[in-house]
């Protein structure tokens, strides 16, 4: 059994939003813990050691991602590759189209804390 909370809390005078995740595993059994990020596919994605940016394309705002804990691993995906679907959205009944994921794993665990920090940069 596994228990996931989650808490939001929303900074309107900073532009931010802080994202409180809590996943316990009940039976202490340690498993792998992947937190998805889905994004439109016209941003564009970078990560760095400490920080993500994600950017549009269409304008000059700007969304950077910290987290209070680091991943085992950080790996984005796009779309279906080798039929297997990564990221895909869907606005009409059997059509889809692609988009991106940015996944957090963490292995071993059986219990995660994390915060995420989304800081917003309008232009």
Known sequence: DIRHSR?????????????????????????????LLHIPIDKEIEIFEDLIKISSSKNSNVMKLSLSKEPDLIEMRKGVKDNTVHSVVSHIANTYEDSQVIKFVFNDMNNVDLKTFIQFELF
Do not use: W
């Not at 808490?7 to 937190?35: M, P, Q, S």
């Open 7 to 35: 808490k939001i809390e929303i900074d309107i005078l900073n532009l931010g939003i802080k994202v409180e995740d809590n996943v316990t595993c009940l039976d202490d059994a340690k498993r792998t813990v992947t937190f």
